[in-house]
């Protein structure tokens, strides 16, 4: 919901020795990951990652496998046991282990699900169907709001962006569902094609809920001028990472003004809110069109909107023609995969979302030892004093900016691992009498009541956005935090029995990458306290884009696949992170090397090779040509394969750990390579 967060999508698999429940040393990095036939200096991902590619080969229900997914696949087989184990007991009613067993069992049972058909759904839809009125629309939509379902607008309750302590309501553009908005308006083959085959889908799901062969028609081509509609005046990806551009504080009356046609008097009192004085619309022009939209399209053509709004969220809890027919456009046409995933990791998937932290804290009795969340901390702790030293050598930057840098660094919010309180699953409801649809509206119902009573209410600085079952991490700059999730901090991923060159080249670059969040393009913009607010001097301020501009030049120059390039200014917060991350690291662990002997070389590689080639080894993976266009279109970060040949040639030290030469591709003169942080 909170589209802002600067998550990194974190993986490290630093191909250590498996440990399971028996501790024993490892030394790192598998010489099996190599392809030896690669030279260094030309492709390093290939030479790094190579032999683990080849061993891991895309399953059928992937559109990119690697080292994230094979964590990942972990942490939903650690989720998928404590859950069986849950539902072979015998649980009270109203306990946790009810609920959590109860969901799967409905989510498991495709034999129900498939003789439901679209009855589960056939209410909410004729509740839409008998809307006979414009002016009801206000109620409907605020009820389906408080339903998980968000037609024509995003919303939520967080953080005032220039006043951090306090949680308000903000209004954010919306309403399309193809999955991204230059699939509407671009006209290649590929974004024609997808179009083709997105009415397609909008057929099939509309024939499968009861409508005739005339309402089919009628309802895609509704639906497809009013998400035209809605994504012809949204925000660019690009635009939307400027946070000033996207904060636009009026009050209710100003509101009115640009969007009349909705109540939104009515519609604040609907979910609950009293009394709501200013809100922060972040694009103004797409919540204007919701108006006019609302005023000119027939109400039968509002009707088939809001009604494929509702299928599509329900698609996922119905019968397997609902979730096949969705598969085949999100799945197969948009990212190239072959088959659906298995029910029980859906079904886990589905557990995590709507009792994640009742998991989570099974979870991390089980898999993550409290003495794991005191030397992650050490380390983060380790990470912050490099980046410190790192800020006070800064040749272009002066010292008053330095100074207020220093300052939000050394107070920035580290959570590691858990919540050390947990969240209260007490009104939720679970019954398993009721369809798996029904108990997702509970579910969803339970959520949104918990986010908007929030409103007007401090922001609660130690709340998790993750849960400890999460493989991911991130930085939230109106907290100032750093949050690293359990299930990425275990071994053999998170070892101190490994070699250190090895944990400062992966776990160490993920940290320092977290970190460098908080002084990236977005994150430079937010002050200690994580207010909004501008603490550089014009000077550096123009300093840290004429460096940002060099790898956003670099970036866009790469060829991701036949004549598409990068996008270097949508992918530049996670660009920065990624160098940041390096260079931190490998200064933390130079650190730890200060007035020792240099450590031996294993397998026949340096500790500063190793710590590049255990970096490398974070970002291996296989993936279709489907997902890499796809994932160019719509993700912040950078291609794994990028993430490593994009971000090295940067790094000095890299050059000298494999002797990097100009006779190497990869090869960047001394001069014009970037070094922000």
């Known amino acids: 919901m909170k589209t802002k967060f600067l998550y990194l999508t974190l993986i490290f698999a630093m191909m250590l020795a498996a440990c399971g429940e028996k501790k024993e040393a490892v030394k790192g990095y598998d010489l099996a990951n190599r392809d030896t036939t690669a030279v260094p200096g030309n492709d390093f991902y290939q030479y790094a990652c190579g032999g683990w590619m080849a061993s891991n080969p895309l399953k059928p229900e992937y559109a990119r496998f690697g080292t994230f997914d094979a964590l990942r696949e972990k942490s939903q087989e650690q989720v998928k046991d404590l859950i069986i184990e849950l539902s072979q007991k015998t649980n009270p009613a109203g306990s946790v282990a009810q609920k959590i067993g109860d969901l799967y069992a409905l989510a498991m049972d495709s034999t129900r699900l498939n003789e439901e058909g679209n009855a589960p759904l056939r209410p909410y839809l004729e509740k839409l169907i008998a809307i006979s009125d414009k002016s009801q629309l206000t109620a409907v939509l605020a009820d389906m709001y408080h339903d998980g379902i968000s037609p024509f607008f995003s919303s939520y309750v967080y953080a005032d962006d220039m006043n951090s302590s306090l949680n308000i309501f903000h209004l954010m553009q919306g309403g399309y569902h193809m999955g991204d908005r230059d699939y509407y308006l671009e006209n290649d083959a590929r974004s024609q094609g997808l179009r083709v085959k997105y009415v397609e889908l909008i057929e099939k799901l509309f024939a499968l809920s009861g409508y005739s062969a005339e309402e089919v028609h009628k309802a895609s081509t509704a639906v497809m001028k009013i998400e035209t509609q809605l994504a012809t005046v949204a925000s660019s990806r690009e635009a939307l990472r400027d946070p000033i551009a996207n904060y636009h504080k009026i009050s209710i009356d100003e509101l009115v003004k640009i969007s009349s046609d909705i109540d939104w008097t009515a519609y604040f009192s609907a979910l609950g809110i009293k009394d709501i004085k200013d809100l922060n619309v972040a694009q103004l022009a797409p919540i204007t069109e919701v108006s006019k939209i609302l005023n000119t399209y027939p109400l039968e053509d509002i009707k088939y909107y809001l009604s494929w709004n509702a299928i599509s969220t329900a698609s996922p809890y119905l019968s397997d023609e609902y979730s096949d027919a969705s598969f085949d456009f999100y799945g197969k046409t948009l990212s190239g995969r072959e088959v659906k995933q298995e029910r029980w990791k859906r079904s886990v998937q589905v557990i995590n979302g709507s009792l994640g932290e009742a998991v989570g804290q099974i979870y991390v009795k089980k898999y993550f030892p409290a003495a794991a969340k005191e030397k992650m901390l050490n380390l983060v702790h380790h990470l912050q004093t490099a980046l410190g030293e790192r800020i006070a050598d800064l040749n272009w930057m002066s010292d008053e900016t330095k100074a207020k840098a220093q300052e939000k660094l050394s107070v920035f919010h580290i959570k590691i691992g ?88 992966a776990i160490g670059v993920v940290i320092g ?50 004549s598409v390039h990068a996008n270097g200014r949508f992918t530049l917060g996670e660009n920065i992170a990624d160098q940041g991350g390096l260079q931190v690291s490998w200064q933390a662990y130079q650190n730890t090397l200060k007035d020792k002997p240099a450590p031996k070389s294993i397998d026949g590689y340096t500790g500063a090779q190793r710590f590049f080639l255990a970096y490398a080894t974070v970002w291996a993976g296989n993936i279709r040509n489907e997902e890499i266009l796809r994932l160019t279109k719509m993700d912040p970060h950078s291609l794994g394969k990028w993430r490593v040949d994009g971000a090295l040639p940067q790094i000095d030290a890299w050059y000298d750990a494999f002797n990097i030469t100009p006779e190497n591709t990869m090869y960047v003169p001394k001069e014009k390579r970037v070094a922000i942080w």
């Open 418 to 505: 858990y919540p050390d309180k947990w969240r209260d699953y007490t009104s939720l409801t679970i019954n398993k009498k009721e369809s798996y649809w029904e108990n997702i509206l509970h579910s969803n119902h339970f959520d949104v009541d918990y986010m908007l009573s929030k409103f007007n209410q401090p922001v609660d600085k130690d709340e998790w956005l993750m849960t400890p079952q999460t493989v991911n991490a991130y930085y939230n700059p109106t907290t100032n935090e750093i949050c690293f999730p359990a299930a990425i901090l275990q071994p053999p991923f998170f070892n101190f029995d490994a070699d250190d060159a090895i944990n400062y080249g």
């Open 513 to 562: 990458h977290e970190m460098t969040h908080g002084f990236d393009d977005q994150g430079r913009q937010f002050d200690k306290e994580g207010n909004l607010k501008d603490w550089w001097t014009p000077e550096d301020a123009q300093g840290f884009e004429n460096r940002a501009q060099v790898l956003i030049d670099y970036f866009n120059n790469i060829i991701v696949l036949d």
